[in-house]
Structure formats: structure tokens, C-alpha cells
């Protein structure tokens, strides 16, 4: 999973002194962890993913050292890049494809949730109320502006976000935009990962004021303590390694080295090397 699409530990840095262009650099560190009970009953953390998120000209360079995998946000574009280093793969998806992906998605998990009801006198069992949460959140929002607490919930789904307030209102933007973006895609490459509009709805809570999510739990059973928390750590300044991660990347796409591929050979080559 990626982060995309939940948060973390954000330390902010004040910007001194720095260009235009650098006010728009920014880079995130995040870890996901599994938390569930242990056999004496308390909570374990177990690290499920890191990933390291740049923030620079316009772009954004979401990358995966486990996988040696980049995706590479072009907004200016409408698209994403994908590098695979490990498979020596490239591949290119436009938004308008994502969006048609996730069309087809909905109106098959629609007419999958219609046959369900029709089988049960026009009711949804209770196994199916968890994926109709997904595609029809409906959630119920609590703000606490003395702790900065967003929880937002509905009868299968519940989030918990920590936020603190941007101090740029254009690179949050920026950061929200791609964090939609990412929960549009994140399903697309995984479809084990929750329907998008979930976490879109988290994001529009975080827009309207302003924040930044220091930590977010997801629970996909409200009634279960195990649950999903991802942390972030957020700097303003970009160091000489993230600079040389950005120009091998930019050289990888240049040097016509990768093996070009459509997204759906891409999809494919994927799941073969997740089964």
C-alpha cells in the first residue's frame, strides 16, 4: 500500500531564504504499520511499508526501495510515469484512463451489490455493507480544533487523522491534489486497496481546513482494534541525495534503456510478481 493515500508525523520547516522554485520543494517520509492485538491483548506494530515522496518542479516522485519502484505525478501532464527499475519496466497512465478504470469498477461493483440485495429481499447483508461503505461512504465528520482531530466514520469505516496547519497554502494544494490523484491510482495498481472515494473524503476535510495529517488510522471494522496507521515526516528542503535520486530517475526515462509498456502489461506484470 501506498501512502499515498494515509499520513504522518509532519515536521514542517519554516522557509528562509529560499526561491520560488525551492518554496514548491518539499519531501515526505512515510511508514505504514499493521497494529493489532498480541495474545496478552495489547497493540503491536508491525512495519508494513516506507516510502520516500519528493516534492519538486512541479512534480512529484513517490518511490518504494523494496520494489524499485517510482511513480513519477506529472499534473501539469494529467498523467503519471511508473519506472520499475527492478523489472527494467516504464509505463505511462493518463487521469482520463484512471478515471474510465474506475468507472467501469463502480458500475460493476454496483450491479455485484444489486444482485446481492435482490437475493436478500432487496437488503444487504452485512458481509456486503462493508463494500457499499467503500463506493458510498456517507461519513459522519467530528472536528476537535483544541487537539486538531478529524475523525470521519460511517458503519464499516472509520478514520482518525492528527492534522497541523499548512504554512503555504500552494504547496498544499500541490500535496493534495497528488494525495487524490495517488488513492485513484493506489487502487488501480492494487485492487486489495479500499475503493478511492474513502480516503478522497478524508482529503476533502483536510483541504477545507488547511491541514496537513501528522498521523492516520484507518479502521476497517470499527468494532476491531486492529487497524491501519501510517506516519509521515515532512521537510521543506530537498538535501544532495534526494536531488540525485531526482536525476537518475529523470535519466532512467531518458536514456531509452526501460522497456516501454501499456499500463495494462504493466498491471499484469504486477500482479504475477505479488501472487
Known sequence: MRLCHMMILVCLMPILGLSPLAAQDMKIRTHIYHVAPSKNGELKSQERAVSLTIFHAGRAYDYIDSVKEVIVFEPKQNRFIIINSSRSLVTTVDFDELRQILKVARHETEQYLEQIAGKNGGELPTSAHAVHAQIDPKFEETWNPKTNIVNLQNNSL????????????????????????????????????????????????????????TEVRLFQDTNDKSHL??????????????????????????????KEVTFREYQEAILITHR
Open 158 to 213: 472509520r478514520y482518525s487523522a492528527v492534522c497541523v496547519p499548512a504554512d503555504d497554502h500552494s504547496i498544499h494544494e500541490a500535496y493534495m491534489l497528488y494525495a487524490d490523484w495517488m488513492a485513484r491510482l493506489n487502487f488501480v495498481l492494487h485492487p486489495q486497496s479500499l475503493y478511492p472515494d474513502a480516503r478522497l473524503s478524508l482529503n476533502e476535510s483536510l483541504r477545507k481546513r488547511n491541514m496537513y495529517p
Open 229 to 258: 496507521r501510517a506516519e509521515h515526516r515532512i521537510s521543506r528542503a530537498l538535501d544532495s541525495t534526494d536531488r540525485m535520486m531526482i536525476t537518475e530517475w529523470e535519466s532512467q526515462l531518458k536514456t531509452g534503456k526501460l
